[in-house]
Structure formats: C-alpha cells, structure tokens
Nanobody, 125 residues
Framework: QVQVVESGGGSVQAGGSLRLSCAASGDTGSMNCMAWFRRLPGKEREGVAAIAAGGGGTYYADSVKGRFTISQDYAKNTVYLQMNSLKPEDTAMYYC??????????????????WGQGTQVTVSS
C-alpha cells in the first residue's frame, strides 16, 4: 500500500509561482507513474503532469506546457510540481496520484490506484 500527502497549495496573484509537494510512504518502490491531477470548479478531474519512474520521461497537459515542471526526489520519496506564470484558470484542487502501471498512453486518465486528499490552489487576477 502507498500513501501520498500533498502540500504547498495556497493563494497567489496571476503571474506568480507555487511549488506543490507530494510525499509518499509505504511500498513506493513499486510505483511506476507519479502524476498530478486537478479538478477545476464544476469540471471533471484532469491530468496536469506525470513523471515515469527511473527517468522514463515526463508528460504535460497542453494547458500547462512551458509553465509547470514535474520532478522527483527519489531520496525523499517526493514528487514536486513547480508552477510558474500562474493564471486564474489554474485555480483548482490539485491531487497527487501514483500507480504501479506505466505512464505511457494513460497518464492523463484518473485511473491511478493511490490518491492524496488534495491541496487547493487559487490564482487571483
């Protein structure tokens, strides 16, 4: 079993930055894909970014490419989401997710086995 806990959300003005953290514990060695999702008000959960274990690559939604960066600190079992040039439309609850399956072809689908409780990001104009 894997537990994940997000932190780092908050309120910022448009153009600002935030860094989200996802600390994992448990059987983390079996996880192959780590991702961030978000749920915008009134919408379904959507994939934001993902990173494959062992340097297998990163994946981004078109809406965040060039602004967000996902990274992983193996020693700390932590995945980060650096968010720059934030826009009001980035306002959402952000969730960390991890799964034993591969990222490729499915990272943007909310089919992950392990989810955090979410952290709120609010961007004001």
């Amino acid at each position: 079993q894997v537990q994940v806990v997000e932190s780092g959300g908050g309120s910022v003005q448009a153009g600002g930055s935030l860094r989200l953290s996802c600390a994992a514990s448990g059987d983390t060695g079996s996880m192959n894909c780590m991702a961030w999702f978000r749920r915008l008000p009134g919408k379904e959960r959507e994939g934001v970014a993902a990173i494959a274990a062992g340097g297998g690559g990163t994946y981004y939604a078109d809406s965040v490419k060039g602004r967000f960066t996902i990274s992983q600190d193996y020693a700390k079992n932590t995945v980060y989401l650096q968010m720059n040039s934030l826009k009001p439309e980035d306002t959402a609850m952000y969730y960390c997710a991890q799964d034993a399956g591969p990222c490729g072809g499915r990272w943007y689908l909310p089919l992950f086995g392990h989810w955090g409780q979410g952290t709120q990001v609010t961007v004001s104009s």
